[in-house]
C-alpha cells in the first residue's frame, strides 16, 4: 500500500487520535501527512480550555511527525465533513486516507449519520477506519 501522501482528519476527539497513533506507525522519512480539520456552521465557539487542549494535540502532532522527518501541512475548511475530506483527497491526490470511526450501527448510524461511510463510498483512494476499540485487543 503506498503512503507517500496520508490524509488525516482531525477533530480532537479519541477516535482521530486513535487515528493518528496508526499514522505514526504507518509513516517513513519522506512521506507527507495532511491533518484536515472540517468546521461547519452550526460548531459552538470554543471555550478557553478546549482551545488550548486542540492547540495542545496539534502541536503534539507536529512534534511526532517531525521525529519522523515526515513533512506536514495543517487545512481548516468548512463543509460537511465526508464531502470535504473526498474532495481534498481528490484535489491533493492523497494515497491513503485515515480516520477515526465510532462504529455506530443500526438505529444510532441511521439517525446521526456515518462520515465514514460517506468517505468510504466516494474516496478516490484506500481508506483506512480505526475504532478506539481495535487497538486495544
Known amino acids: 500500500m503506498k503512503t507517500d501522501l496520508i490524509l488525516c482528519p482531525v477533530d480532537n476527539s479519541r477516535n482521530s487520535s486513535v487515528a493518528f497513533d496508526v499514522i505514526s506507525r504507518l509513516v ?28 495542545s494535540e496539534s502541536e503534539l502532532r507536529d512534534r511526532i511527525l517531525a521525529e519522523h522527518n515526515v513533512e506536514f501541512e495543517h487545512l481548516t475548511l468548512p463543509g460537511s465533513a465526508a464531502d470535504v475530506i473526498t474532495s481534498v483527497a481528490r484535489r491533493k491526490k492523497v ?19 456515518s462520515v465514514a461511510q460517506g ?19
Open 119 to 137: 468517505v468510504l463510498s466516494d474516496a478516490p483512494c484506500t481508506v483506512l477506519t480505526v475504532r478506539p476499540a481495535q487497538l486495544q485487543e
Open 95 to 113: 494515497d491513503l486516507i485515515v480516520m477515526g470511526t465510532h462504529g455506530r450501527t443500526g438505529l444510532s448510524r441511521l439517525m446521526m449519520g
Open 28 to 55: 517513513k522519512p519522506g512521506d507527507k501527512v495532511i491533518l484536515l480539520h472540517v468546521t461547519s456552521a452550526g460548531d459552538p465557539p470554543l471555550s478557553l480550555e478546549d482551545s488550548w487542549m486542540q492547540r
